[in-house]
Nanobody, 122 residues
Framework: QVQLVESGGDSVQAGGSLRLSCVAS????????WLWYRQAPGKQRELVAS???????QYAESVKDRFTISRDGSKKTVYLLMSSLKPEDSATYFC????????????????WGQGTLVTVSS
């Protein structure tokens, strides 16, 4: 019913920038918060950034002042602009929606995309 598709992952050198996108498709009525997570090999998945319906953004300490999350309601899209990238930012990045309402007024929670790979070389 609802799919999240991430894009924008790539291999970059340290200090570079990337913009990730995540588009939601399906019969959506409303979306609450968008979240970006990442998971590096052998490590736990960690929350990187989130943005609420009123566009309040929060960030992990490790990415604060380097990453910017934004959302476009009309396009059902969330973005993650990543700058001053470091090798430790290398991971698969996943977008997620904590709660959404479909046009039939069904509620879905914890919707996830498949991930997009970011590799930062030193």
């Amino acid at each position: 019913q609802v799919q999240l598709v991430e894009s924008g992952g790539d291999s970059v050198q340290a200090g570079g920038s990337l913009r990730l996108s995540c588009v939601a498709s399906g019969s959506l009525w409303s979306i609450d918060s968008w979240l970006w997570y990442r998971q590096a090999p052998g490590k736990q998945r960690e929350l990187v950034a989130s943005i609420s319906k009123d566009e309040t953004a929060q960030y992990a300490e490790s990415v604060k002042d380097r990453f910017t999350i934004s959302r476009d309601g009309s396009k059902k899209t969330v973005y993650l602009l990543m700058s001053s990238l470091k090798p430790e930012d290398s991971a698969t990045y996943f977008c997620s929606i904590d709660r959404l309402i479909l046009t039939n007024f069904r509620e879905l929670v914890d919707v996830w995309g498949q991930g997009t790979l970011v590799t930062v070389s030193s």
